[in-house]
């Protein structure tokens, strides 16, 4: 089996889940190559021994330059805040490296453009880690979709729901906090839990021609962890917009940090001319489906669980009735990836995909300032 030697950088909640996808992803997929561990880049040197040592990594480094000139390094996988996605993208493609990087893929559309800009001159794969792509239920949905069973698509509702900011003693910056600190996140939740709901949006439902959104920031000022001192809070702390889809569907999306009882309550609901479907990630082995064509007397919505041996790639797991979970995702994520290396057509979504998100966010929260519909920019 060839190899392909992945260098990491940031030992996050993402370097873990991506960490744990390169390690199980060959005991469960039949792939070409096979992902070895080489190195974790983070900038305290313990921390990355650490990770080192309990994930398996070869070795460390402490410089992301570093680990990008290093030759025994295939793929650069960026598990980093997003105010350093860009630089390493750029540097990594021209390197020559392939490219992993978290979402969203820079702080906004004109960084964005000068990454894909950057990885179509250097010719190198690349992947943005929108994960919830790969979710057996949302691909299922992506399926029904395209074959044609909704029909003609009227509306897309989502949401993404947390609580977890609420208090006004929370500090913003720093370790865990630096997605409260627009430097280092680009903006609130628009562009953290937004830009999931939008990703799987364009990807089920294609492009958004305009937007008109509103944001709110609850608590004005928190003391900053890295300055100590009370600063303003310049991210958006509830986004929520319309929109209008190319298809001629309208949408609403809303999401939040501030409503109190949810974790992390993704959902998406679509309405078609001959059905709709329904999805939610605190259930995320299920998909409600409703199909106007079943007979009347027995018609309704059903709860199917995704487990079968036909629902996208649960083949690879157990047996038909045993669900998987969020973690599976990006082993997923990792075995497209590898697959569309094999066929030379690269798995989405690409860099190119990860723009197009990034150009809707960008729209939304240009129209939370100007309080009118905004165009949304299309790809080249
Ligand atoms: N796909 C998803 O569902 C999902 C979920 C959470 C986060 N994310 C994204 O993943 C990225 C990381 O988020 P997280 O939750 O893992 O954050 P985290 O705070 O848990 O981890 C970030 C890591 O990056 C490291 N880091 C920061 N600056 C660095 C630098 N200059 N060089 C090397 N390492 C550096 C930190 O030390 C830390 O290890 C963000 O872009 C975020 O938006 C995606």
């Known amino acids: ?187 609130g939740v628009t562009g953290d839990l937004l830009a999931h709901c939008i990703d799987t949006a364009l990807w089920l439902n294609g492009n958004i021609d305009t937007v008109t959104a509103t944001t709110e920031t609850f608590v004005k000022q928190r003391k900053h962890t890295l300055t100590g001192k009370m600063e303003k809070v310049t991210i958006d702390d509830a986004s929520l917009f319309l929109a209008r889809f190319s298809n001629g569907s309208l949408a609403t999306f809303e999401s939040t940090r501030y409503a109190r009882g949810h974790k992390a309550l993704y959902t998406f609901e679509i309405n078609g001319e001959n059905g709709s479907i329904f999805w939610d990630l605190h259930d995320l082995h299920r998909l409600q489906v409703f199909d106007y064509k079943d007979e009347s007397k027995i018609r309704g919505w059903k709860s199917v669980h995704i487990t079968d041996g036909d629902h996208p790639y649960m083949k690879n797991w157990w047996v038909p009735g045993l669900q998987i979970g969020y973690a599976e995702t990006f082993v997923h994520q990792v075995a497209d990836f590898i697959q569309g290396l094999s066929s030379g057509k690269m798995a989405s979504p690409t860099f190119k995909d990860g723009l197009a998100t990034d150009y809707v966010t960008d729209a939304v929260l240009k129209s939370a300032k100007t309080k009118r519909w905004e165009k949304v920019k299309k790809v080249k």
């Open 1 to 187: 089996m060839k190899q392909l030697r992945v260098g990491l950088i940031g030992y996050g909640f993402m370097g873990r889940t991506h960490s744990n996808a390169f390690t199980q992803v060959k005991n469960f997929f039949d792939l070409e190559y096979q992902p070895v561990l080489k190195a974790i880049c983070a900038r305290d040197e313990k921390n990355a021994k650490a990770f080192a040592k309990k994930w398996g990594y070869e070795s460390i480094e402490t410089d992301w330059r570093k680990l990008i000139s290093r030759d025994d390094i295939d793929v650069i996988d960026i598990a980093a805040p997003n105010n350093v996605h860009a630089e390493i993208c750029i540097a990594a493609a021209k390197a020559g490296k392939m490219i992993l990087c978290e979402k969203p893929l820079a702080m906004n559309g004109p960084q964005a453009e000068k990454i894909v800009a950057a990885v179509a001159k250097a010719k190198v794969p690349n992947m943005v880690w929108y994960n919830y792509r790969r979710v057996p239920a949302v691909t299922l949905a992506k399926q029904l979709i395209d074959e044609g069973r909704l029909g003609k698509i009227f509306h897309y509702r989502a949401k993404f729901l947390q609580d977890w900011t609420i208090s006004a003693d929370l500090p913003q910056g720093g370790a865990g906090l630096w997605r409260l600190d627009a430097k280092v996140a680009g903006s």
